[in-house]
């Protein structure tokens, strides 16, 4: 049976992925900060697909309990066929106005996250051999966005990370990839002006959370099987 763990996988885009890798025949490992109504409306949409849910609570910023939570699943039969990166937040300002706390707190979720959560899997995916690792980074990490420095850089760090894990662990039959969306429809997004973001976009809207599920659903899938150390972007146009 395959499973897939999705890092973030309850709210937006997470809870998108949860769903669509259920219709693909997974079943779902979701982490949380705390259960609750985000959890349980995904559970429903997993196991409205014949697919176990399992909520998984822990902090990504707080590296022994975030370990220590995933422990039972860092080897052996319940080790994840996919493990998808998807924590992430903002805290935007402008550089010239961030306070040291917007940068160390996009930062501690969004880039030492990935390594709280990913690096303790390493070595039971080098024992088995096989697995995909897939983060979810941002168009703002491929080419920068005003008054996200912060956030910018935490994603460009992802892509930079994704980059040197491929290379690391490819040739034991684990692929890495990324996917970059651009403005999706979540709660992140809702305040934003459309009137000034909406000419930036060729296709001229923003995109939904299932369209960047779609791209996960095909880096999971059997059809990327030489696709590794890639950034499959998923943003309309907004970065050609």
């Known amino acids: 049976m395959k499973t897939a763990l999705i890092i973030g996988g309850c709210k937006g885009i997470g809870r998108a992925?949860?769903?669509r890798l259920a219709q693909d025949g997974f079943d779902i490992i979701a982490t949380c900060r705390k259960p609750g109504l985000d959890s349980?409306?995904?559970?429903?949409?997993?196991?409205?697909?014949?697919?176990?849910?399992?909520?998984?609570?822990l902090d990504v910023t707080e590296a022994e309990a975030a370990k220590a939570a995933l422990w039972p699943y860092l080897e052996g039969e319940k080790l994840p066929d996919v493990i998808v990166y998807n924590a992430g937040i903002?805290?935007?300002?402008?550089?010239?106005f961030?306070?040291?706390?917007?940068?160390?707190?996009?930062?501690?979720t969004n880039?030492?996250?990935?390594?709280?959560?990913?690096?303790?899997?390493?070595f039971g995916l080098l024992a088995r051999r096989s697995g995909r690792i897939i983060v979810i980074t941002s168009a703002s990490g491929q080419v920068g966005q005003a008054g996200q420095v912060n956030y910018s850089a935490s994603k460009a760090a992802l892509i930079g990370a994704v980059k040197a894990l491929a290379r690391e662990i490819g040739k034991k039959g684990i692929r890495v990839?990324?996917?970059a969306p651009g403005v999706i429809e979540t709660d992140m997004t809702k305040d934003l002006p459309q009137d000034k973001i909406l000419p930036l976009i060729p296709l001229h809207r923003y995109g939904k959370c299932e369209e960047v599920a779609a791209a996960v659903s095909f880096l999971a899938g059997p059809d990327s099987t030489y696709i590794h150390g890639q950034v499959l972007a998923v943003n309309g146009g907004l970065v050609i």
């Open 111 to 122: 880039l030492n996250g990935f390594y709280n959560t990913i690096q303790p899997f390493i």
């Open 98 to 108: 961030m306070k040291q706390n917007e940068w160390a707190d996009v930062m501690d």
């Open 177 to 179: 990839n990324a996917v």
């Open 40 to 57: 349980d409306e995904t559970a429903q949409l997993v196991q409205n697909h014949q697919r176990t849910f399992t909520v998984l609570p």
């Open 90 to 96: 903002a805290r935007d300002n402008l550089f010239a």
């Open 17 to 19: 992925i949860s769903e």
